[in-house]
T-cell receptor, first 116, second 111 residues
Framework: GAGVSQTPSNKVTEKGKYVELRCDPI?????LYWYRQSLGQGPEFLIY????????DSGLPNDRFFAVRPEGSVSTLKIQRTERGDSAVYLC??????????????FGSGTRLTVV | DAKTTQPPSMDCAEGRAANLPCNHS???????VYWYRQIHSQGPQYIIH???NNETNEMASLIITEDRKSSTLILPHATLRDTAVYYC????????????FGKGTRLSVIA
């Protein structure tokens, strides 16, 4: 596609439930990044993939959060036993290669997750 | 710890230049200054970056002081569509470290 696509755009879930958020990067982009953004804050780094492998997952807040990218394109962020504090906008970005650097990042519009 | 300091908000009259400051007094020699902006309900968008020379592109100009401890992003003729949160980010030019965002400056362009 022309840009980074994230689905769903909005997700409301009950506390304790499991959710999956999907990111379709730009075709051919090998690097993929997940961020989350709370109201009034800048995006907070979660995890970065190079190809199929997680190159840096230091931003994942705890073991309820997990992300995969099995074929090196689409990525899914998975959150188990959701808590109200997980409510945020989850952003995905991709770049042609990580060496392109931040000038090559293209962000999606995000998934707004609300845990009630 | 935040590597950059930006004012939380600024106003600018439409058609005037918007000058957004950023302090990065602890920047090291191999670190670049990047600027992104985020319009409401969208993901961040790359604007410009530089190491030590001033840079200009179709969107903006970046002025970096000689000691590299601060910089200014200039939007030469601000429009209402430039209303957004602007992030100044310092990042190493080597390696694959991800972008680390602060809170940015909320720029309001007023008609």
């Amino acid at each position: 596609g022309a840009g980074v696509s994230q689905t769903p755009s909005n997700k409301v879930t009950e506390k304790g439930k499991y959710v999956e958020l999907r990111c379709d990067p730009i075709s051919g982009h090998t690097a993929l990044y997940w961020y989350r953004q709370s109201l009034g804050q800048g995006p907070e780094f979660l995890i970065y993939f190079q190809g199929t492998g997680a190159a840096d997952d230091s931003g994942l807040p705890n073991d309820r959060f997990f992300a995969v990218r099995p074929e090196g394109s689409v990525s899914t962020l998975k959150i188990q036993r959701t808590e109200r504090g997980d409510s945020a906008v989850y952003l995905c970005a991709s770049s042609l290669t990580p060496l392109v650097g931040p000038s090559g990042y293209t962000f999606g519009s995000g998934t707004r997750l609300t845990v009630v | 710890d935040a590597k950059t300091t930006q004012p939380p908000s600024m106003d600018c009259a439409e058609g005037r230049a918007a000058n957004l400051p950023c302090n990065h007094s602890t920047i090291s020699g191999n670190e670049y200054v990047y600027w992104y902006r985020q319009i409401h309900s969208q993901g961040p968008q790359y604007i410009i970056h530089g190491l030590k020379n001033n840079e200009t592109n179709e969107m903006a100009s970046l002025i970096i002081t000689e000691d590299r401890k601060s910089s200014t992003l200039i939007l030469p003729h601000a429009t209402l569509r430039d209303t957004a949160v602007y992030y100044c980010i310092v990042r190493s030019g080597s390696g694959n470290t991800p972008l680390v965002f602060g809170k940015g400056t909320r720029l309001s362009v007023i008609a």
